[in-house]
């Protein structure tokens, strides 16, 4: 498995801007998920996007994955107070059992 | 449907005594995980069951932490006899069928202190 880093480590901003977090890893991949963690709802998977796609699109969610730079990003649009979260991203490696390694997170607040 | 379940959500204990948390996975998952998520930091892998046989176990401390998944559904995870170090929420997570693409869905976890 490998990990995947997020940046930055924190993020404040405030309700209706976007806010835009990174990913980078450092082996081929097949695919890489979000998920995001707060304290109501816990761990939850967000997006998934493959390594033949450049771009996906799930309600306010946007996420891009360039595997020449071996990163991704996730972009939240229209933020809500309950997008304050932490959010990981998590490389899939390309054959076999697959296990997720996390890693710091980005910290999002956002203040009404 | 039915999420996966933990419990306790809650333990406190002290260093060098032993404590266990039980997991019942999402109904049909064949693989099942167990993280140690201490806080800051994400969640790490312990262990990836897939039924009941064990695929990953390399960041397990194994010379305190076991593992068990009976019959391929439910797992307990065991610490003996616990460090302060050991204090964390440990989650429990399952998924379909433990390829990379699969979805991990996750509990509510555990939340150990050790004093």
């Known amino acids: 498995s490998q990990q995947g880093e997020e940046d930055p480590q924190a993020l404040s901003i405030q309700e209706g801007e976007n806010a835009t977090m990174n990913c980078s890893y450092k082996?081929?991949?097949?695919?890489l998920q979000w998920y995001r963690q707060n304290s109501g709802r816990g761990l939850v998977h967000l997006i998934l996007i493959r390594s033949n796609e450049r771009e996906k699109h799930s309600g306010r969610l946007r996420v891009t994955l360039d595997t020449s730079k071996k990163s991704s990003s996730l972009l939240i649009t229209a933020s809500r107070a309950a997008d304050t979260a932490s959010y990981f991203c998590?490389?899939?490696?390309?054959?076999?059992?697959?296990?997720?390694?996390f890693g710091k997170g980005t910290m999002l607040l956002v203040s009404p | 449907e039915a999420g996966v379940a933990q419990s306790p959500r809650y333990k406190i204990i002290e260093k060098r005594q032993s404590v266990a948390f039980w997991c019942n996975p999402i109904?049909?998952?064949?693989?099942l995980y167990w993280y140690q998520q201490i806080l800051g930091q994400g969640p790490k892998l312990l262990i990836q069951?897939?039924?009941?046989?064990?695929?990953?176990d390399s960041q397990l401390p194994k010379d305190r932490f076991s593992a068990e998944r009976l019959k391929g559904v439910d797992s307990t995870l065991k610490i003996q006899p616990a460090k302060l170090e050991d204090s964390a929420v440990y989650l429990c997570a399952s998924s379909f069928g433990g390829v990379s693409t699969d979805t991990q869905y996750f509990g509510p976890g555990t939340r150990l202190t050790v004093l």
């Open positions: 109904s049909g998952h064949a693989t």
């Open positions: 998590a490389p899939g490696r390309r054959s076999g059992y697959s296990t997720l390694t």
């Open positions: 069951f897939q039924n009941n046989g064990v695929v990953d």
């Open positions: 082996t081929s991949i097949n695919n």
